[in-house]
T-cell receptor
Framework: GQQLNQSPQSMFIQEGEDVSMNCTSSSIFNTWLWYKQDPGEGPVLLIALYKAGELTSNGRLTAQFGITRKDSFLNISASIPSDVGIYFCAGRLSSGSARQLTFGSGTQLTVLP | DTEVTQTPKHLVMGMTNKKSLKCEQHMGHRAMYWYKQKAKKPPELMFVYSYEKLSINESVPSRFSPECPNSSLLNLHLHALQPEDSALYLC????????????FGDGTRLSIL
């Protein structure tokens, strides 16, 4: 069954606003990944996190690996129209196969001009 | 542009047809993956090849048959598919070390008539 809860499911924001989304689980993860998917394309890796407490930035994006290893968040600052898309968190369960990712259900982001 | 190349980009086939999806990467990655993705849903893992050997088969019906001819190529052979198999089929690859993230191709949009 679903082991990752991603929220919110969708967001409508004004251009220039900041955005925050997160993923939580009752299980422990040893890797967190954040992907963005545009229509008609495959997911593109945004940020990879490997250590509890790790905070990593990629331009206007910042993500953190929760200290309990059961959650992660992604922030986007000063949103622009090209930020539109579906954002997925994904992680490797510490108890699972190293090659297997568990995906969140996705956050659909719409940026209004 | 993605470094994982999938062909064809679109495929329409009847339920009695046999076709193949192809995936290629030249990043020296030693693990390759097939995922199935329905609209606005996260990718669902189908198969994993590690060092050219099938290491994970997520209880996929036998009408889907994967093949890994060499470390750069991954095929998915299709036969007698059902309408519910219509989806975006994504290929991904990752380096030999299990810690490194997966990189996705843009997928093949498959429609079964």
């Amino acid at each position: 069954g679903q082991q990752l809860n991603q929220s919110p499911q969708s967001m409508f924001i004004q251009e220039g606003e900041d955005v925050s989304m997160n993923c939580t689980s009752s299980s422990i993860f040893n890797t967190w990944l954040w992907y963005k998917q545009d229509p008609g394309e495959g997911p593109v890796l945004l940020i990879a996190l490997y250590k509890a407490g790790e905070l990593t930035s990629n331009g206007r994006l910042t993500a953190q690996f929760g200290i309990t290893r059961k959650d992660s968040f992604l922030n986007i600052s000063a949103s622009i129209p090209s930020d539109v898309g579906i954002y997925f968190c994904a992680g490797r369960l510490s108890s699972g196969s190293a090659r297997q990712l568990t995906f969140g259900s996705g956050t659909q982001l719409t940026v209004l001009p | 542009d993605t470094e994982v190349t999938q062909t064809p980009k679109h495929l329409v086939m009847g339920m009695t047809n046999k076709k193949s999806l192809k995936c290629e990467q030249h990043m020296g990655h030693r693990a390759m993956y097939w995922y199935k993705q329905k609209a606005k849903k996260p990718p669902e893992l189908m198969f994993v090849y590690s060092y050219e050997k099938l290491s994970i088969n997520e209880s996929v019906p036998s009408r889907f048959s994967p093949e890994c001819p060499n470390s750069s190529l991954l095929n998915l052979h299709l036969h007698a598919l059902q309408p519910e198999d219509s989806a975006l089929y994504l290929c991904a690859s990752s380096p030999g070390t299990v810690k490194e993230p997966q990189h996705f191709g843009d997928g093949t949009r498959l429609s079964i008539l």
